[in-house]
């Protein structure tokens, strides 16, 4: 059994790490930290977990985090980046749900974070944790910063395009246009993701720059080997959970003739996460829904040269706490699929 | 022209008054306070107010709403009675969307809502601003406090029952069993009213107590003139705007053979914010929304001996801001409907 | 290994049934028919499904039925009756989500569903599948007739209330006022449950009389023994899953004493699909989410003589399918838990 | 004051029309058909229209219709060309909300609606309901095809960039990606806009191909004078009314340094009903909820070669009846204002 804590367990993404956590067969939850909530049951906070978490609350408290196999930071950014330096001395595993191991580049990290990056050594060893681009290294690593939820869609969704031998897509002028639930904004007290303010309403927001946008980067020029250039525009949907998004990619000419469905599915064919579905199909996001799958559609409209691609996940499950216990079991030498195969549910 | 001032115009009354004031003909907006946004024209914070609403938010300035002739508090209870006594000194109205005026019974008060009563003898005058119940009061006062938005359904919805010369009723086992859309909470930052929260959610709360039952039982007394009991069990609906109130009263064996239906259409037969629905309606609460119209349906379930008594209103019009400007109307000598004439949007 | 068929898969409990036993380690999916879309894949109209079943759908066809260990019927009321006494002589064991073997009175059957019982002596051997009441006669069962998704929290709210020696309760004058998510009304293409018709909106609808009354009134009064009676109204929430029922129950003079929240606690101490939360507590239908979990609270607001209880369940799983799969269970001997026990999905 | 038909008053459009025409100072309600509702008083449909709407749908009967001053189609495609001779012949003006009257290519119509069209006469002469382009064409039309929900936010959106001289934008690599609410898929009996299908979910859908695609390439073109090119992808927003528009467009290089803000602000200052809101902004679909307004804000994220349109309206008014009203007031000499100054209800 593997011994896990988490730090962090009163958020969306920790809510969710408890649901998968404590229903897998080779986890024993050891340590759930939340200062402010210090010695309640987790249950009592969400009696979802009742009969399933028997845990309560506590403290931070690093001797009994240090007992662990493994810890999930499901955190504000900065804080797993704080605790993880110990962890790593007393050979526990870190596997952070926010931004601070994302950004192999420190400058970026603290342009967009807005804080000093506390252990940039750690932050060159981090594995970044999408494991269908990153399985190998997943592997062996002891530090993993999992991607956004909507990274996760824009990079499984441009891979197989990107990550060809040579350029099939001008490269430089994509365009990410993404759609999320309001439990990506997390479970924070704020105006704009009241039920009152945001049912029954759509809107863009933070076109002008988004935190996911320079970490996408990274990841598509990683799989391509070449300079991308992402247009990234994200907004909010009056619905709880999933991401769909559509991604635009123009085709160069010496490339019109490709079999892009085919491309897609060879692509995925060992990735058991990853459903590249049949051409023509418009994937719903409840078709994910408290799911670790994602999928994706290839669409290229009157025969034009511009790829439409659809994607869609769970943004909770594949897009953050999903992802995480996939990086774990791959991290432990579990089968991938460990305690993720929940059927979706719908309606 | 009527010079109108509102304190506290950021919340869901707030702008809801500004939309219902800002088409009204009889009405020139003077002043909107708010001492956070100071400076901020309203139509920044509200963008549906765009060329509607040119005014600005100001710092509360009594200069500016002693020149009013009536101003709204859209505020927390406790603001209306603090500023109160100085506006009425200065002939100016004064309509309390809060709870400052409402429980004559300054101890009932100060039990539910946890603060001192700053001017008893104001209270003593101010008039209950239900205008199907207290018309000619209105006509007169210079203070008004408003009634909550559940209140307005559960008086109204069991009025006619009450106001006859003896009782039809078992009139101490009442119960309302009351829905309410998320506007009701208010325009402030709670994670329980977050959609991800509260959407695909059903739940009740307060069964306990509630601060809206001592006020109706103080207005549903009044109408009978005799010691009334009641059950209240309010519920929250993942929607914006709504009340549905299923109200339960047993008929005493010498009433079973009233015609309840009659009664209801001869009761409220002047009232042309009320309408009573044909026999056997179920009406829906889409059917008044962003109107000042509540509507009530009658049944008797198989004959048997219990009234089902079915309203609906808008929470923020009927319930808050349109009843307010109602008061006004009635309080300034206009017909009772001006401005407030809006077809109910639907779907 | 158990082998299933399902009779009508292409509704919500007919998807929910694929969802549950698609996960279910002692079942093998047999057969799924539908004669409307006989030969498509079930993951074909179903993307939720993809990778967890690979039947298609079939014509009946009842050879390969007659080889399955059980059958569920996910079909229109009628249907059951009509296919169970072939399936019943082959050895196959029946359970009918439908109404078909709920009402042991054959003239109440034909009056509230309009249509003539075509076999009452089956009728008369099926057995009521409420586990918690009926456990025993379950595990001795050919034919289970599945209890309707209201009556499920109406019987298992007021059970322990009636189910005591001498009434504690008035029990002729009980009102269930019910909430509902709009898949309760099925999938079937019909104005009122559309989205732009049943979001952002509440109402009731069935107050004359609604068929889940009979059902229910025949069920508590096997509980108690004695007359019941009882006011249902049920309303539609704008959600998709998820019933709250709050209960109303006026305690007898001679029983004010009673510990109710102790009497629940006990009733329920065996049944694992039954919590009965603390005092106080006010559930959430989110908080059943996907799971055959039902969680029931007791209040008596102000220590008044009104017991007030609040039920809830995930229509398509207590209310449905799973209730389904936890009698299969009992009926073949397993632990009744087994594949449902799902952590709710929340948020 | 102007009589006025509707033909088909049972969808959302037309019980939108009926909202806007029955508050309208100068018009007089003077039929509505409905072949199925003969008879029924359409407040009983739309009990939303109680007290404001007193007439009954009438059976198709042209004698009344032919004393309207102008009849509106708010039918399926192909009922306003079928009607359209004999009401001209007797002096009426006709308004469709649907395509008879959009596509001028007949041959196109006859490829995207599937059915021949009756009179391509009448087609000639028909303006093209979008008067904030067509606005002098209005004056003098005596028929209006009136454009669909997504062609009118498109076209909008784009027009100031192409309306110019010399092209400063790439006009054949457009993008719009679009996301409406249900109600623009009508009032119409179809499982997946049920609540249970569609609400928390989102999917793009008519990727392939969609009937709005064309309408928009033919009033682009007219703008620009010059060949079009656009890729149109639709998506379904679990809310009830609104679409926002996310348009794409590439600045030709010798036109980067054009100032756009101030080029959309000059283009529209005439036009009371779009809003260029300020540089940065991010229009919310409820900011225009229930009005005419439609609004519009322009980015250039990070000052690449992009420009990002952001564009929301209420698809059943300026997307549909509001529209049409609209282009009634201009027809008739009237402010274009007339009864078309709802404030936007929010929340």
């Known amino acids: 059994m593997i011994k896990v804590g988490i730090v962090g367990g009163t958020g969306y993404t920790g809510v969710e ?8 067969p080779q986890v024993q939850l050891t340590a759930i930290t939340s200062r402010k909530e210090d010695g309640m049951p987790v ?3 969400f009696p979802s977990l009742r009969g399933h978490v028997s845990l309560a609350f506590s403290s931070p408290d690093k001797a009994k985090l240090n007992e662990c196999d ?6 504000p950014h900065g804080v797993a980046m704080a605790q993880a330096p110990e962890l790593l001395k007393a050979g526990v595993k870190v596997i952070d749900l ?7 580049d420190v400058a970026a990290f603290e342009k967009w974070y ?17 494991p269908e681009i990153n399985r190998e290294a997943i592997k062996k690593a002891r530090v993993i910063g999992l991607p956004g939820c909507y990274p996760t869609t824009m990079q499984l969704g441009f891979a197989p395009l990107l990550a060809q031998g040579k350029p099939l897509i001008s490269e430089t002028t994509l ?9 990506g904004a997390g479970r924070k007290a704020e105006i704009p ?3 009152a303010e945001a049912s029954d309403n759509f809107k863009a927001y933070g076109v002008k720059g988004h935190r996911h946008l320079p970490e996408t980067m990274q990841g598509l020029e990683a799989i391509s080997g070449r300079k991308v250039s992402l247009t990234f525009v994200p907004h909010l949907v009056p619905m709880i959970r999933g991401i769909h998004s559509t991604l635009y990619a123009r085709i160069l000419p010496e490339a019109l003739s490709t079999d892009f469905q085919a ?11 990853v459903d590249v579905m049949p051409a023509g199909s418009h994937p719903e996001t409840r078709s994910v829904r408290a799911s670790n799958m994602l999928r994706i559609a290839v669409h290229r409209p009157a025969g034009e040269d511009l790829l439409v691609i659809l994607v869609v996940e769970d943004n909770l499950v594949k897009g953050a706490a999903g992802q995480g216990v996939q990086c774990m079991n791959i991290m432990f030498g579990l089968d991938e699929t460990t305690g993720l195969m929940h059927v979706p549910v719908l309606p």
Do not use: N, W
């Open 193 to 195: 993701t009241l039920l």
């Open 43 to 45: 249950a009592d906070m």
């Open 17 to 24: 790490l408890l649901r998968l956590l404590a229903a897998h």
């Open 175 to 183: 365009i990410a246009d993404c759609k999320s639930g309001v439990s």
């Open 263 to 273: 491309l897609y599915e060879k692509y995925y064919q060992g990735s058991k996460f």
């Open 98 to 104: 926010a931004a601070d191991f994302r950004l192999k």
């Open 114 to 130: 807005g804080m000093p990056h506390s252990c940039p050594q750690i932050l060159e060893e981090a594995v970044y944790g999408l």
């Open 70 to 75: 493994v810890v999930f930071f499901a955190t």
